[in-house]
T-cell receptor, first 109, second 121 residues
């Protein structure tokens, strides 16, 4: 499987702040990029997908993609305690997903 | 998205035995996959379950240890054979191409089942 690296955690942010998550990938042929959220004891749930360079916003979440730098990021604005979870970056190549190790985010009330 | 169910949700097994995990989807999907998530780790793809043919395994995974079936477009099974404590993990199925669509875009998204938590003693 292709390599996917995420910034090491855990990441602790105060409520209302911005949480910034980073991800780099090794395969330039990758075309589709995803962020999944995984609560403890639960399976991953999709929160964002991005296919083109630039920003994509969905509510409080913004994904950024830079294919030249092989870099994907996720910003969580106005962080809430319910955002406390592990965030997994996933990169698709040839219909298969490779996952990063995940970044655990804790939002302090 | 699709509604995905897995059975059993959890099990405790003795070493040397085998367990078959079922994955059922409420609509036809193009592709089904099986992943393993070991304690404190991220997800690792075991294999792609191909309908009507042998599964495609990733490096480090073999059919004798993880036989997979996919008899139709909504159902797949993964068997963990001759288990050892190292097989203790969460096993997840995922689906892609809900409704049978396989083109690039939202239909490429993979959705995950709730997982099967396996403990081998």
């Amino acid at each position: 499987q292709k390599e996917v690296e995420q910034n090491s955690g855990p990441l602790s942010v105060p409520e209302g702040a911005i949480a910034s998550l980073n991800c780099t990938y090794s395969d330039r042929g990758s075309q589709s990029f995803f962020w999944y959220r995984q609560y403890s004891g639960k399976s991953p749930e999709l929160i964002m997908s991005i296919y083109s360079n630039g920003d994509k916003e969905d509510g409080r979440f913004t994904a950024q993609l830079n294919k030249a730098s092989q870099y994907v990021s996720l910003l969580i604005r106005d962080s809430q305690p319910s955002d406390s979870a592990t965030y997994l970056c996933a990169v698709m190549y040839d219909y298969k997903l490779s996952f990063g190790a995940g970044t655990t985010v804790t939002v302090r009330a | 998205s699709a509604v995905i169910s897995q059975k059993p949700s959890r099990d405790i097994c003795q070493r040397g035995t085998s367990l078959t995990i079922q994955c059922q989807v409420d609509s036809q999907v193009t592709m089904m996959f099986w992943y393993r998530q070991q304690p404190g780790q991220s997800l690792t793809l075991i294999a792609t379950a191909n309908q009507g043919s042998e599964a495609t395994y990733e490096s480090g995974f073999v059919i004798d240890k993880f036989p997979i079936s996919r008899p139709n477009l909504t159902f797949s099974t993964l068997t963990v054979s001759n288990m050892s404590p190292e097989d203790s993990s969460i096993y997840l199925c995922s689906v892609q191409g809900v409704g049978g669509r396989g083109s690039r875009g939202p239909s490429e998204t993979q959705y995950f089942g709730p997982g099967t938590r396996l403990l081998v003693l």
